[in-house]
């Protein structure tokens, strides 16, 4: 929710000290720039206050814990005009054009004198370097032909003012370094586990934006991830992993030492029985896409294409840029993406954020509504016809900012059980006079392209792959093998949904860095499903047995 | 070769459990890990290293980071084929895996943990090995080349475990904080940034020729820059770096803090000086600017490590010329010694008793008269030279090269520093010129700003990192600040053209690692402990040229 100026006070937007040294800066600072033949008519700062614990475990034993606290920065200055800036896309523009983007390190004690000094330094070489690039963009201008978008380069936001107390790290690391060495220690009596990790990250933020609109905002938020590896290598020198993530805002909420012990057991027992599956053959055949891998589907194949700034750009494919009103899903889907959103089935949303990285508060965006496409997500660079942000410019630190997923939720307003699915999953493989169907259980991630000088494809990587046979013998577990395929006729085989949610939450590497998202959906009935081999190493499995396996 | 092994059992001691989950994990090895029509591994080393890391950083007298750490790292070196031919000293195909494995290890102590660690990285690494074997005989097929052997006996050798020695970190963050502080409100300073490291490490290690080695080192490290802007936009740059052993051995703060102080002064003076154009002449080196200058010169003419083989360049296909040893042939000055010792003092940065392929580090007279007699060796024997001195130290997966470790340098007829300004001048005017430079400080590597050097290498265009400290001597006596300069073409010969020297000084630690290209690519912390004594040196004749040039500041400096 936007909180404006009459909603909150500067009284309640205050914060931490070295905050108001910020503030005071960039108004400094501001004013300065705005005097100037080329002005800048948009400074801000960015600061994210992180305090770190990291605990890692192998095998029963665990490396010493390991602490940091650090207060990076980052400033973005705007010079020329909202309607044109030198951020514009200077086009054919060559290798290495840019100077690149870089973050600097506040004083962690928030000494006055240090943190002016740190912030003037960073937001002089910005305006300099930002001059350059103007001269440079109005030059590409008038060599070039028209852009397709016209759009002018910056939109206009209300201020946005909110200051929350921080948070900080609670957790008892004797206890948790003892809990994680146990369960680790369950690996030994696994033969076949040749790696395996778990570690857990604890992570208590502050994330902290002023401009010179006025936007002052300091977001604190606590962040425990554990992270779960089991790994070996198949007699024909596949390396395979099993992986889980568990995300938690409070100590409690992460999972007792049983629970923890039998996620790491059920992993072990996925990793054997993929180790022993047999290869995939690329085919195409009817498949269920279970929650976690449609989600990350939908991210991949949808979630990268309504991006705004790839609207905007002549060198993107716009797969959906001219589709707007049309029908792109079955009628009984929608997709929306809230990153206002903190949890969904119980599971924390790993997209979650209240503003995002211009200052703009988060807004839940319809962009698919009984599958006609209705909107996408916008930063502050305007695209033709969709002049101003909902909230979705993000960056990881460094970074320029461009619009990003949060939390995309994939709906169905018609679903059946899973039961149903897979007799409808059945049907299909009969009608279609195929042996068999598959259902994806579990993805690792995925990747897209985008752009107009590669394929639109898409590859999603499970884990492992289910096949079911037509002909009603038992399910079989087959690895190496990846999904491809590209979005339109993706989009055009998705046949119906189930009644059931899961989640992915992941970080999304592109332009503007890795950022945390999550994709949450049911289980997806496609017609037809495209899957080729996936890499594999090629290394023989360890030539010795396994200490303490040796008879 | 097992009955090398077996030696090892009568090491000093009871094995602990470290030892024994290597010892029982590596005979496996030598028994079992074998590959079809493949050579075996006729030598593996395992090293184990315990540290204990502190690291502060702060600017404009603020802390901006810090932080701990007390990491294990475990290195497997595989070597298959014989000692005269193996998997050793050959650079594969980019991205290739080679006979070493580098990972991380949990602290504790548990037999069944760490022999699945040690297990893992011996199959990577003789799978990495062998086939980097392969590619070593290909590369070497229809090459009409002598070749040396590939490795260097040695005798094994045991030690007790010693006590850990603990980083002497107590002091790091009031040093640090104090240095930033005492130039924060320095007029005409941009920034300052202090990084302090302290660190110990405690490493173990084991070889299938029996030696079971315990050894301590410790290293402290506190370093400065200081920034300006001079009038015309030009970033100006200086700074200070203390390196030693430990707290113990830096000086006192108070004493830092004065010579940070001058380095920010020398900055305020080269801010109201106009850039020099060019200088040809001679040189004169003050003491701390000539450790630099031999650190940077003469250490890849010392040592005697060939570089690797690799396959032919696609273009030429020819082989990576092996050079041919300088021994016998002058680098120096007649009546010049120079010795590598370790044991020159024991409090000292470089002082060891061993290398990191567990031989026993000896002094050597590397030149005598000028010339230069012998060369600093690892196990990778040369031609001419088939054992090691003992020298052999490297960073991280790097290759183990021999390195100095306590270098003195005694020069012939040494002379006051007042009569090497004297010469100085006279030779000056000889070449028609009203003054004479000083060079008082030059970059360290590691804080070289200078991109062009530090990607050329050793011997590189510029040749030396740029002068931070650079005077004009006038015959009056007068010093006067001269900014910009930097060198060009300074290589060895550069040493031959010594005609003067002052007294050997005490001797100045820094962190250096074996030559090489990337000998210019590490951090400031980063870096394998030396000592060079030296004496000032006049040199006949450099060349530097100008490399002035920057923006000014737009924005008002905060009050």
């Known amino acids: 929710m936007l909180l404006s100026l009459g909603l909150s006070g500067p009284a309640a937007a205050q914060g931490p000290a070295w905050v108001q040294v910020l503030s005071e800066e960039v108004n400094r600072i501001s ?71 870089d973050t600097f390190f506040l004083p962690v004690d928030g000494d006055e004198r240090a943190t002016r000094l740190a912030i003037w330094r960073a937001t002089d070489d910005a305006y300099r370097q930002a001059q350059k690039r103007l001269l440079k963009v109005r ?63 604890a992570v208590a933020s502050t994330r902290v ?164 496409l209705r909107n996408f997500l916008t930063s502050r660079t305007p695209i033709e016809g969709f002049p101003s942000s909902n909230g979705h410019g993000r960056r990881q630190p460094g970074y320029m900012v461009v619009s990003r997923q949060g939390n995309l939720l994939i709906e169905a307003t018609k679903t059946v059980s899973e039961d149903t699915l897979r007799r409808k999953l059945l049907a299909q493989i009969r009608s279609q006079g195929k042996p068999y169907g598959f259902i994806i259980d579990d993805i690792t991630g995925g990747f897209t392209f985008t752009g107009r000088s590669t394929p639109n494809a ?89 200490p303490g396996f040796e008879q | 070769m097992i009955s090398l092994w077996l030696m090892g059992l009568a090491w000093a001691g009871e094995p602990d459990a470290l030892e024994t989950a290597i010892h029982t994990e590596v005979q496996r090895a030598l028994e079992g890990l074998a590959l079809p029509d493949q050579p075996r591994a006729h ?65 504790e102590d548990q037999d069944l943990a760490l022999r699945r660690d040690v297990w893992m990285a011996l199959d990577q690494a003789y799978k990495g090995a062998t086939e980097t074997y392969a590619a070593k005989q290909a590369a070497r097929r229809g090459r009409d080349l002598r070749y040396t052997a590939d490795f260097a006996p040695a005798a094994p050798v045991q030690s007790d475990r010693p006590a850990p020695v603990e980083s002497d970190s107590a002091d790091l ?50 370093r400065a820059t200081v920034q300006a802007k001079a009038g015309d936009g030009s970033t100006l740059f200086n700074h200070r770096s203390w390196v030693a052993k430990d707290m113990a051995g830096l000086p006192p703060t108070d004493d830092m803090v004065a010579e940070l102080q001058d380095a920010a002064g020398w900055l305020r003076q080269l801010q109201a000086v106009a850039p020099e154009a060019e200088y040809l002449g001679p040189v004169l080196f003050a003491p701390e600017a000539s450790a630099e200058l031999f650190r940077q010169l003469l250490q890849p003419q010392i040592c005697g490590t060939p570089p690797m083989e690799s396959a032919p360049e696609n273009a030429s296909q020819d082989a990576r010329p092996i050079p041919t040893s300088r021994i016998g042939r002058r680098l120096l000055p007649s009546g010049w010694r120079v010795i590598d010792d370790s044991q020159q003092n024991p409090e000292l940065m470089g002082a060891m008793t061993h290398d990191y392929e567990g031989v026993a580090t000896r002094a050597v007279t590397v030149i005598e008269d000028g010339v230069l007699r012998d060369v600093l060796m690892s196990r990778t024997p040369r031609a001419d030279r088939t054992k090691s001195t003992g020298h052999a130290r490297g960073m991280a997966a790097d290759r183990f090269e ?20 004297r010469q100085a001048l006279s030779m000056a005017k000889s070449a028609g010129l009203s ?68 007294r050997t000084n005490s001797p100045v630690q820094m962190l250096d690692v074996p030559g090489g290209s990337d000998r210019f690519g590490w951090g400031w912390f980063e870096g394998l402990g030396v000592s060079w004594s030296v004496p000032a040196v006049l040199v006949d004749e450099m060349e530097l040229h100008s490399r002035a040039g920057g923006e000014a500041r737009v924005i008002t400096r905060p009050e």
């Not at chain 1, 060495?181 to 030994?188: D, E, G, T």
């Not at chain 1, 070996?232 to 889980?244: I, P, R, W």
């Not at chain 1, 950022?515 to 023989?540: C, F, M, N, T, Y």
């Not at chain 2, 021999?402 to 300004?421: D, E, F, H």
Request: with cysteine.
């Open chain 2, 173 to 222: 963050k009031l040093k640090v904080l104090a240095l930033s502080d005492a130039v924060a409100g320095e007029p005409g300073l941009e920034v300052n940034q202090v990084g302090g490291y302290a660190g110990g490490y405690h490493s173990f290690l084991y070889d299938t020729a029996g030696t079971r080695l315990w050894q301590d080192t410790s290293e402290l490290v506190i």
């Open chain 1, 139 to 201: 030059a590409n201008l008038a060599v070039k032909v028209a852009s397709e978008d016209a759009s002018p380069d910056f939109s206009s936001a209300p201020m946005a003012q909110d200051s929350r107390p921080a948070v900080g790290l609670d957790l008892s690391v004797t206890e948790w370094r003892s809990r994680l060495a146990r369960v680790s220690a369950l690996s030994l009596a696994h033969a076949d586990v040749h790696e395996s990790n778990i570690s857990l990250d």
């Open chain 1, 209 to 372: 934006i002023v401009n010179s609109e006025g936007t002052h905002l300091v977001l604190p938020r606590a962040v425990y991830v554990l992270n779960l590896s089991v790994n070996t290598t198949a007699e024909d020198g596949a390396a395979l992993q099993v992986y889980e993530s568990i995300l938690a805002s409070t100590p409690e909420e992460l999972p007792t030492e049983a629970a923890l012990s039998t996620v790491f057991t059920d992993m072990v027992e996925r990793l054997a029985a993929l180790r022993d599956a047999p290869v995939a053959e690329p085919t195409t055949a009817p498949a269920i896409l279970r929650g976690r891998a449609a989600a990350v589907f939908f991210h991949e194949v949808l979630g990268h294409r309504i991006e705004s700034h790839r609207q905007r750009d002549d060198d993107e494919g716009q797969t959906f840029k001219d589709m707007v009103g049309e029908s792109i899903l079955p009628a009984f889907m929608n997709v929306t993406d809230d990153p206002t959103m903190m949890s969904r089935e119980g599971i924390r949303l790993h997209g979650h954020y209240s503003y995002d990285d211009e200052g703009v508060a988060a807004q839940r965006v319809e962009v698919v509504k009984d599958g006609v």
């Open chain 2, 435 to 502: 003054h004479v430079l000083i060079v008082k400080r030059l970059s360290p590597p590691s804080m070289e700003e200078n991109i062009e050097f530090s990607v050329t290498g050793d011997e590189p265009m510029a040749g030396l990192t740029t002068p931070t400290e650079v005077v004009k001597l006038h015959a009056d006596g007068r010093e006067e600040p001269v900014r910009g300069l930097r060198f060009v073409g300074a290589d060895r010969r550069t040493l031959r053209d010594i005609v003067a020297a002052g």
């Open chain 1, 31 to 101: 004013g300065e720039l705005s005097e100037r033949p080329d002005p800048a008519y948009w400074v801000n700062v960015a600061a994210y206050d992180v305090e770190r614990l990291r605990l890692v475990a192998a095998n029963g034993v665990t490396i010493t814990p390991e602490r940091s606290h650090t207060r990076e920065a980052d400033v973005d200055v705007r010079v020329g005009s909202p309607a044109l800036d030198h951020t514009h896309k200077i086009r054919d523009a060559g290798w290495f054009e840019d100077e690149p983007k």
């Open chain 2, 43 to 107: 030598h593996i080393s395992v090293m184990v290293g315990d540290a204990q890391t502190s690291e502060v950083w702060a600017a404009d007298g603020a802390l901006t980071m810090s932080d701990s750490s007390q990491p294990r790292f475990m290195r497997v070196d595989v070597r298959v084929g014989t000692p005269e031919v193996d998997s050793g000293n050959f650079q594969a195909a980019f991205g290739r895996r080679q006979g070493m494995v580098l990972r991380g290890l949990g602290r």
């Open chain 1, 458 to 546: 898409f590859v999603v990587k499970p884990v492992g792959i289910v096949r079911v046979w037509a002909d009603g013998r038992p399910d079989e577990l087959i690895r190496g093998a990846d999904l491809i395929g590209t979005p339109l006729v993706a989009f055009s085989q998705v046949l119906a949904a189930s009644n059931t949610v899961s989640v992915f939450n992941g970080y999304c590497g592109a332009e503007s860095g890795y950022v945390p998202v999550s994709a949450s959906a049911p289980d997806l009935l496609l017609g037809e499903l495209e899957i080729q081999r996936g890499d594999k190493a090629h290394d023989r499995p360890p030539l010795l047995p396994t």
């Open chain 2, 402 to 421: 021999a390195m100095p470790t306590q270098v003195n340098i005694a020069p012939r007829r040494p002379r006051s520093w007042t009569r090497l300004k």
